[in-house]
């Protein structure tokens, strides 16, 4: 039977400089997602990737002494280096200097402009060099730019605009008959309140007061403004083509998720419908704008002086602790907050104490009591019961929590099994069990804590792989798919455990941040 497919994409990182931890967050939750619909038995296609055009690289290369190509190609390696390092599943990671997408951008430009869709004029307005947006006064926050506070110029040059206004009513009435589109809720009603409905202006498609861009190619003058080039990489890196779209372009479009950072929320659900639109070409079923990862309760940025890289925080924690982290703390709909101390905390808490310290002990007793063979069972109680109905509950919570996007409290249900399984050590007492010679009852006890774990690790796959793969090389299990996870009591008995060994191992707050400091 042919796997029913999901494709799964991020917004492509600007290229602009290395992606600081908050950047890194959105492709560290596109990976859980997609490792989760592999695991569920979804045929999973996974794109990232470079945004590598526009003003500010052009203006950043020429600093450096470089060429922009240079530029980017430095860049865009350090970009893969770190969603590499961060362990991310990507099925492909997309560059927008490839000249495949450079040929179809120009295709597409080509096509709308032939439809009418988009016409030359004179653009006259505000502009964000960083941002490389055109803004109205209106639209200003203290005469400055809406999305990142700077200075704006007055900006006029010759433009080919795209027929916007075109396309208002039909959005509107779209986005209004499919209520799952935009994500979370609020996030819908920011677009149609506060952008839609008050008027959609025409937009500025092509640029002519610099060179670093894909060149119109019937009006070498000017080249296509960035997002009309980084939006598209959705359907060029996938084989869209306007006169023959390939085989892998019908099988994975439309996508069913895009996920991106809440502030290009605007460009994936005004522009980007509108643009596919006019190449008569299917919506993506969802768009779902996350919140921000701070820290110390403000925005992550170079220009700020604050920025945290997830390289670094994984060379000091290791990568499941990062990833960890950044997925259980920030909410569905809520900016999450990052500091040294809450990492800190939350690692000790949570993967040293509440999961590295049931793995360990759970494999010691059962090395301890019977030398490290998994044991059958032998006398059940009701309280085993309890700790079963926990374990199949998360399974289900998890993939509802997952189908919803609530990859947070999806990881939260992950842990309840972990949290139970302690809890029911403390009931149990196995050493009191092995005092009292009551064998067949600590069999039944061993067993269940070791069933659970081997559960919790294939759940916890998606979330810490690495983590996940060291707690089945422990149990010394094959079973780690979902299929294994339908009963619980699939684990062999009579299976030799392998030794127990730490997965997280404490961290002592004060030494650590009193050497950071120094």
């Keep these: 039977m042919e796997k029913e497919k999901y494709y799964i994409s991020t917004a492509i990182a600007y290229t602009s400089g290395k992606p600081h931890i908050g950047n890194t967050y959105e492709i560290i939750l596109a990976d859980a997602i997609a490792r989760y619909k592999r695991a569920l038995g979804y045929d999973v296609y996974f794109q990232t990737g470079t945004d590598e055009h526009g003003e500010k690289i052009e203006l950043k290369a020429k600093e450096a002494g470089i060429t922009p190509q240079e530029y980017v190609d430095k860049v865009a390696s350090d970009i893969k280096r ?13 560059r927008t200097t490839d000249p495949k997408h450079e040929k179809q951008v120009q295709k597409i430009f080509k096509k709308m402009y032939d439809k009418g869709d988009i016409y ?19 639209q200003l926050v203290d005469g400055k730019c809406p999305d990142c506070g700077r200075e704006v110029k007055i900006a006029s040059e010759e433009a080919y605009f795209f027929k916007l206004s075109k396309y208002q009513d039909r959005l509107v009435e779209y986005i209004e008959s499919h209520p799952d589109f935009i994500q979370p809720e609020s996030r819908k009603n920011e677009m149609l309140n506060n952008f839609i409905k008050p008027g959609l202006q025409d937009l500025c498609v092509s640029r002519t007061s610099f060179t670093w861009g894909i060149p119109v190619d019937f009006d070498s003058k000017h080249v296509v403004y960035v997002w009309l080039d980084a939006l598209t990489n959705y359907i060029t890196n996938i084989g869209f083509d306007v006169d023959n779209p390939t085989d892998e372009f019908k099988k994975y479009w439309p996508a069913d998720l895009h996920l991106i950072g809440k502030d290009i929320i605007r460009f994936h659900t005004i522009y ?13 079923k969802q768009v779902f704008g996350h919140p921000w990862l701070l820290t ?15 390289d670094d925080l ?5 990568v499941d602790a990062v990833r960890y982290y950044v997925l259980h703390e920030i909410p569905f709909a809520n900016d999450g907050n990052l500091t040294y101390d809450l990492l800190i905390e939350r690692y000790n808490s949570d993967l040293a104490n509440i999961l590295g310290n049931l793995v360990n002990r759970t494999i010691s007793m059962a090395k301890k009591y019977f030398n490290g063979i998994v044991p059958s069972i032998g006398v059940k109680e009701d309280i085993d019961a ?11 919570k998890t993939t509802e929590d997952m189908n919803n996007l609530r990859v947070a409290d999806a990881i939260d249900s992950v842990f309840e ?32 804590l070791l069933e659970a774990i081997r559960i919790g690790a294939v759940l916890l796959h998606s979330f810490l792989p690495e983590t ?35 997965l997280f191992v404490r961290i002592d707050k004060e030494a650590f941040l009193k050497e950071l400091s120094q």
């Design 82 to 94: 770190i969603w590499d390092k961060m362990n991310t599943s990507y099925d492909r990671f997309v």
């Design 120 to 138: 030359k004029g004179e653009y006259k307005g505000l502009y964000c060099t960083p941002c490389e947006s055109f803004w109205t006064e209106s």
């Design 272 to 284: 980007w419908p509108c643009f596919l639109w006019s190449l008569d070409v299917d919506l993506p």
């Design 296 to 310: 110390n309760n403000d925005k992550i940025g170079k220009s700020r002086g604050n920025a945290i890289y997830a």
């Design 314 to 318: 994984a060379d000091l924690f290791g």
């Design 386 to 396: 309890d700790l079963i109905n926990t374990v199949t509950s998360a399974i289900t």
């Design 417 to 448: 099994i972990f949290r139970r399984s302690n809890k029911y050590i403390d009931e149990t007492t196995p050493w009191t069990l092995a005092k009292e010679e009551n064998t067949e009852r600590l069999q039944t006890v061993i067993y269940n």
């Design 468 to 502: 996940a793969e060291k707690i089945f090389a422990q149990l010394n299990t094959d079973l780690t798919d979902f299929s294994s996870i339908e009963t619980f009591g699939k684990l062999e008995s009579g299976k030799e455990l392998n030794d127990p060994s730490p």
